[in-house]
């Protein structure tokens, strides 16, 4: 009698090698209140996915949002199985991220993507409830004909670690694909644990807006919005003031240093920079992200856009920025970004990770805490001018 071997679920070999820039994306940063998923749940979703991986083919996403819906389904029906507030919390902050995980580079059905989307928002919304944070959500009415109303949340820091009177506060903005409920809330997390409150939003095109109205690129016109609704806040010291971006919302922290540069005392610029690639040498799902995102589908209309966007790095800034980046970025090149280092001089420090790629994946998380902490001395009451360097690369490192 012959018996079948079972091993367990794993991350087939050809797809770990053809999908390796998003597997740490998936588990993003470590986190307390943000939506996440463990390694378990990457093994879970895609054992068994055929060996045949092409990430520029529609069939390789549709298989991949299936998979990854129905973890999210599973933890849904664990959420209700529950006896207990945090068992249920817990089960759907991870439903939330297997959801969005399912739809971030989905984009073939756009009715699917919004209904994943909003499920993402209500999901966290629910886990959120009893976790002790003081959360206040609002929308801002439309800027114009066209624009939709721009949602946002004031995430107070817990209790324990506020400090006396106002606030400080971080706004922070989402990239093309993320959303406001895992990534975004994600890099909050580390500054919330610093005393420092979060204001997130979705502007035009962003978070549960993308595909629905073309990203807003001059997104400073927003956030200036949001820099008087905390002005206007007894809870929050106007004065002291921080900006955080990622990816592409790394691009509008470099416009908002330029524009709104006197409102902020320091901006944070994830991967972002002065311009973008060429659209053409774009991988194909990349440029698929850009189109839905900008809602423009012809490429020589789309690199025009993009070009309009670029920005002068002769042009002045008006506070602090701290630009993290890796060298292998081949999304928003690092030249460009060395030529904003040299005109904009003390104001801008520049780290680059040699070894990195876009967002620096692998080393996001100890990025992310050290920022916090340039931002939080930044805040400080009575802090002073910066003595650190203007740049710094990250060191070789040593064989053992």
Known sequence: MTTTA??????????????????????FLNTVYAPHVHWGDIALALDGFRAETDLSSAAFWDEWR??????GRWYEEAADRSGTVAGRARARRSAAACLHWAEFMYFDDVAVKWRMRNRVRELTRLALAESGLDIVRGQLPPAAPGEPEVPYQLVLPPTGVRPGGPLPCAVFSNGLDSVTEVEVLSLAEAYLERG??????????QGVHVGQTPLKGDMEQVVARLVALLRSDPRIDADRLAFAGVSFGGYFALRV?????????????????????????L???????????????????????LDELAL?????????????????????????????????????????HEREAHVCLNSL????????????RRLSTGSAPSTEPTQLVEPTLRKP
């Not at 079972?6 to 588990?27: H, I, K, N, T, W």
Request: glycine fraction near 8%; aromatic fraction near 10%.
């Open 6 to 27: 079972v091993r367990p679920p794993r991350v087939p070999d050809a797809l770990f090698s053809g999908a390796g820039y998003f597997l740490p994306r998936l588990m």
């Open 66 to 71: 299936l998979r990854w819906e129905a973890r």
């Open 196 to 205: 420092i409150a979060a204001l997130l939003f979705d502007g035009p095109g």
């Open 257 to 281: 240093a330029r524009d709104l540069g006197d409102a902020f005392r320091c901006v944070v610029n994830f991967s972002g920079g002065p311009r973008v690639s060429p659209f053409a040498g």
């Open 283 to 305: 991988p194909r799902r990349l440029k698929d992200d850009f189109r839905f995102a900008l809602r423009c589908g012809d490429d020589a209309a789309l690199q025009a856009r």
């Open 312 to 352: 002068e790095p002769a042009e002045l800034v008006r506070t602090e920025v701290l630009s993290i980046h890796g060298a292998l970025d081949d999304i928003f090149p690092l030249t460009a970004l060395r030529d904003l280092d040299r005109a904009w001089g003390a104001r801008h420090r520049l780290v680059v």
């Open 365 to 376: 998380d100890s990025c992310n805490q050290e920022a916090a902490d340039w931002v939080a």
